[in-house]
C-alpha cells in the first residue's frame, strides 16, 4: 500500500468505530483508493488492554458480521495505521492533530458526554467538565479538543473538519455550539476564533449494531480464518452511514462504498433516533424486567415487541412524516435486527444512560403529540418501563452494572423512595426539561405504569 497523504484521527477506539468507519475506509481501500489512512487513540485512559492489542498487531483485526439468518462473514481491516497510545497531556494524539496531512478529526461521544441542556447550554454541574474548564483536568471532548487545536494552531496545520460519529441529534451543530462555549469559558479568545474560521462540523447518522465481543468472537475467528486475533470483534451485517457534505479540509470518497452525503442529515437522524434508539432502550428496559439478558429475546417475546411496535406505529410516525424513509418499512427492519439471535447484544449494554436517553430520544415524540392534542398512550410506555427498571435498580436487583454517566444518585433514590414515585419521577427536569411536572404527561405515564405493574405481575421476576 503507498503511504496516505490525508489522515483522520479519531477520538474513541472502541467497537463501534471499528465496525464502522474503519471498515468504510476498509471498503476504500479495497477498492484500490488508499489516499486516506486512520490514526486513534482514546481521552480516557481506559481499553488499555484492548489498545496494547491493537499496537501488537499493527492495528490490523477481524471484524464478524452476522445476518438475522445467522450467516457469518469475516473481514480483515488494516484502514487504521496509527494507534496512539494514552497519556495525560494527550501527546501522541497532539502530534497526529498538529500534522498538516490530517485533515478530519472524528469522534464517537456518548450523548452524555456532551454535557448540554435543553437549550444547548454547558451544565456546569458535571465535575470534569468544570475541571476541565478550570484547566485542571483534560478529560471531556471539549477539553481535548481544545488541546488537539491549540497544537495544531501553533503548527500552522490549516482548517480541519471535526466530525461526530455518535447518536446526539444534530451532533455537528449541538457539539459547535458547546465548544464555543467551552472554549469562552475558558478565555481561550483566539482559539475560538480560530475555529470558528478553520473547522466545520457536519451532522452525521451513524447505525449498526455491535455489542462487546465476548471471548467467542475471537474464537470462531480463529477457527475461520487461523488468525489469533486479540482485538477481534462483531457486530450486525447490516450497517447505514448518513453524512452532511460539509467538510473544510476535503473527504474520503466514502459514497463509493455505501456512505449517503446528503445536504440534510435531520429527517435520517430523526427516524433512526426515535424508531430505533428509542425502541432499543424500550426492549432493554423491558426485557431486564422480563428477567431476560439480550436484546433478541425481549424482541422475540411478543409482548414487548409489541410495545415497541405500537410505540412507533401510533406516536413516532404520525409527527415525524413525511420523511425519505418508508417508515413502516424501516420500523420492521428494526425489530428484525434486533431479534436478531446471533448478535447477543445485552441488555446491559443498551439499557445504561437512561438519564440522557429518555430526554433524548423519547421525550421529542411526547411532546410532538402533546403539541398536536394527540393521546400518546403507546409512547408514555417507554419513560413507565423505565421507571420501573429503576425502581429495581435502585433495589440492587438488576442482574448487570448499572452505567448512567448523568443520574444523579441522589435524584434516582429520591424518586424511588417518594410516596408518589411517578409523580417524583415527571417533575425530574433532567429527565423532562421543561415538561417536568407536566400533568397530562404525568397522567399518561400513570396509567402506563399501571399496565407496565400488570406486565410485572404477569411475569413474577420483579415486583414493584
Known sequence: MTTPSHWILHLGLGS????????YLQWLHDRGDTAWA???????????????????????????TVTPQGEREYKAIASIKNVISWDAQHSGLCRVAADPATKIISFTVTEAGYYLDTQDRLDLSYSDLASDVAGNTCCTIYGTLQKLLEARRANN???VTLLNCDNLRANGDRFNEGFKQFLALCGNADLLHWVIANTSTPNSMVDRITPRPPAEVAERVKAATGVDDKAALMSESFIQWVIE???????????????????DV??????KIRILNATHSCIAWAGTLAGYRYIHEGTLDPEIRQFGFDYVTDDVIPVISPCPLDLEQYRDVVLERFGNDNVLDTNGRVAMDG?????GFIVPTIRDNLARGQ?????????????????????????????DQIM??????RIVSAADPVAAFCAERLLFNDLAGNVSITDSIRKAFAKVQTFQKARSFFTL
Request: glycine share 6%; no cysteine.
Open 266 to 271: 435531520m429527517p435520517y437522524e430523526e427516524a
Open 355 to 359: 438519564f440522557s436517553k429518555l430526554p
Open 375 to 403: 393521546s400518546f398512550e403507546a409512547a408514555a410506555m417507554l419513560p413507565a418501563f423505565f421507571l420501573a427498571f429503576l425502581i429495581v435498580q435502585q433495589r440492587g436487583e438488576i442482574p448487570y452494572p448499572y452505567e
Open 408 to 413: 444523579p444518585a441522589d435524584s434516582a433514590q
Open 16 to 23: 463501534f468505530h471499528r465496525a464502522h468507519q474503519a471498515l
Open 157 to 159: 496545520a490549516g482548517p
Open 38 to 64: 486512520l490514526a486513534g487513540g482514546n481521552i480516557r485512559p481506559d481499553m488499555a488492554e484492548l489498545i496494547h492489542a491493537l499496537q501488537s498487531q499493527h492495528g490490523e483485526y477481524t471484524l464478524e
Open 245 to 263: 457534505d460539509h467538510f473544510v479540509a476535503g473527504r474520503p470518497n466514502w459514497q463509493d462504498v455505501g456512505a449517503e452525503l446528503v445536504n
